[in-house]
């Protein structure tokens, strides 16, 4: 399975962009490039997700390098609720995910 | 729309005990997952089941056994508990790529 690569952590502060970076230089062709995040003692939430063009919805945005190897998640104006681990998932067949460790977000008042 | 429940939310377990983890959703989705997360880690896959009567094996299944009993539910079973499957448990599930995660179980095996 393709592996994607995140820092371990990142620091913002509340009301500014954050942009969440992800290696994925083994990405194949049919993967498709997934966001999930997880709030303090709560399950994953799906957050967005694309293959190869630029992705908006009301979370986030998604951006795709041209090549696929790396994509960066953008969330416009960071809240104290997005404090929370992202991670970047490349999405196996039967739609199993593997996950990785992910980048802990942490948001400054 | 309740969509993934999960019961027990905690249970503690003796070393050798068995229990059957839970989860029902009414989200009408085929595919059903149960992962499983150490402290620090990501989640793991344990097994899957991509339609009502079909399960196979993820990533970590050894001491795990599963049932989908039917299209609204999937449980997870321990035979035997060891303290490594000390854990928090999820059950998901899925249409098309984006899953939909169950608030968890939280495992403790002494």
């Known amino acids: 399975d393709a592996k994607t690569t995140q820092p371990n952590s990142m620091e913002s502060n509340e009301e500014e962009p954050v942009h969440l970076p992800c290696n994925h230089s083994t990405i194949s062709g049919t993967d498709y490039i997934h966001w999930y995040r997880q709030l303090p003692s709560q399950g994953p939430e799906y957050v967005i997700h694309g293959l190869t063009s630029n992705v908006n919805n009301r979370m986030a945005s998604l951006a795709i390098a041209e090549d696929r190897k790396s994509s960066t998640l953008i969330l416009h104006r960071a809240t104290l609720r997005d404090a929370a681990v992202y991670y970047c998932i490349l999405i196996t067949s039967y739609g199993k995910l593997t996950f990785g460790q992910g980048t802990i977000l942490t948001v400054h008042p | 729309n309740a969509g993934v429940t999960q019961t027990p939310k905690f249970q503690v377990l003796k070393t050798g005990q068995s229990m059957t983890l839970q989860c029902a959703q009414d989200?009408?989705?085929?595919?059903m997952y149960w992962y499983r997360q150490d402290p620090g880690m990501g989640l793991r896959l344990i097994y899957y089941s991509a339609s009502e009567g079909t399960t196979d094996k993820g990533e970590v299944p050894n001491g795990y056994n599963v049932s989908r009993l039917n299209k609204r539910e999937f449980s997870l079973r321990l035979e035997s508990a060891a303290p490594s499957q000390t854990s928090v448990y999820f059950c998901?599930?899925?249409?098309?790529?984006?899953?939909?995660f169950g608030p968890g179980t939280r495992l403790t095996v002494l």
């Open positions: 998901a599930t899925s249409i098309y790529t984006e899953q939909f």
């Open positions: 989200m009408n989705h085929n595919s």
